[in-house]
């Protein structure tokens, strides 16, 4: 079982920006995707960004051009860099760990906040 473990969460003013980093506790390199979901307060929890083994990046489309997902499998990490953040990106930020089409690890979330 990975363990997942996300840092870099905070609270930053609105068009700042902040760098998510999830660590892994044991090697990512097979692992079909990473993730990067979200759930604001209220709101059913959403798929940010992943990223294959392959190095095929997806987005949402609220993120698309402001935020960037990579992967260093050497370092077993996954980050996701979130620029020009806006209010609505305020949430948790969860780290997940896919295989099979199957999520089977999650992280236990950083929190994010954007002021106005």
């Known amino acids: 079982q990975v363990q997942l473990v996300e840092s870099g969460g905070g609270l930053v003013q609105a068009g700042g920006s902040l760098a998510l980093t999830c660590t892994a506790s044991k090697s990512i390199f097979d692992v079909d995707a990473m993730e990067w979901y979200r759930q604001a307060p209220g709101k059913q929890r959403e798929l940010v960004a992943s990223?294959?083994?392959?190095?095929?990046?997806y987005y949402a489309d609220s993120v698309k051009g402001r935020f960037t997902i990579s992967r260093d499998n050497a370092k077993n990490t996954v980050y996701l860099q979130m620029n020009s953040l806006i209010y609505e990106d305020t949430a948790v930020y969860y780290c997940?760990?896919?295989?099979?089409?199957?999520?089977?690890?999650w992280g236990r979330g950083t929190q994010v906040t954007v002021s106005s």
């Open positions: 997940s760990a896919l295989r099979d089409s199957i999520i089977f690890s």
């Open positions: 990223i294959t083994r392959g190095g095929t990046t």
